[in-house]
């Protein structure tokens, strides 16, 4: 029911007829399919200690001279199938710009219809924090953050999946104010209108104005932002891991890959850090231009 509504809308139409918008979902669609279905389409197993064979080290790619066709994409210094390890690599980065973006879109989306409905001191007060928060770049929050998570968790507990919920606190935190103010600008219209009105003329609780009224009427810009933002996020998490201090080199993600593949740049292995970084930019280019698009087509000025 919902899918055939969906198909009949004004929003699929317009998707239709715009070939980047298809472009860019066909992109983005092949990618994250990749990388979901990762151990059953990737070549080989890059993690499987058992597959691997140092005798297939740094080899170039299948298309260059001493390359193999079983190792498309080449191989690192530790004889992994290049393509087999952005295939799972995405994977992280994925998860990671996912994960985030929800937190950030959790945190922007309360405390936004909080303050946009509240008003007085409250309002002030989440907005001059979400000021602060904005005179700074999202990295360096992001790297504060994570620092500080970091010199807090003891040395001996560096789990993977504790890893990765400090790199998407870090930078789902780094994030909210975009949300937060976005709302409460629409809060600040949507809770002077006349059936928010009647709600509260009736009895209706204040908690549940915002969620059962106001809320499904601001959603439409948080999506355009969110969508963007996983572009942005997806990002940070690759410049946080060439940085070495996002993801653990046992779960490679794009960003680990890049910082790898760097040391090996200046004398030959050029496929280590091109084809990750193509990987990252064909990633974040598709997502990113289906957020302007999405941007565009939900604008009323532009219909």
Known sequence: MIGARFLDSDL?????????????????LLMILGSVLAPWVAPHQPFDLATLSLN???????????????????TDDQGRDVLSTILYGSRVSLFVGLSSVLLSMF?????????????????????????????????????????????LIPKGSGETSLALAVLILAIGLSKWPDYARTVRGQTLVEKNKEYVQAA??????PLRIMWRHVLPNVLGPVLVIATINVAQAIIAEATLS?????VPPTSPSLGTMIFSGNNFLFSGEWWLVVFPGLALILLCMSVNLLGDWLRDAMNPKLQ
């Open 12 to 28: 699929f139409y317009n998707f239709k007829r715009s070939p980047v918008a298809v472009g860019a979902f066909s992109v983005a």
């Open 56 to 74: 297939n080290s740094l080899l170039p790619p299948g298309f260059s001279q001493g390359g193999q066709w079983g190792f498309p994409l080449g």
């Open 107 to 151: 945190l922007g989306i309360m405390l936004g219809l909080l303050s946009g409905y509240a008003g007085g001191r409250l309002d002030a007060f989440l907005m001059r924090v979400a000021d602060v928060q904005l005179s700074f770049p999202a990295i360096l929050i992001a790297l504060l953050i994570n620092g500080v998570a970091q010199a």
């Open 200 to 205: 509260r003329v009736i009895g209706v609780s």
């Open 242 to 246: 060439f940085l070495g201090v996002g």
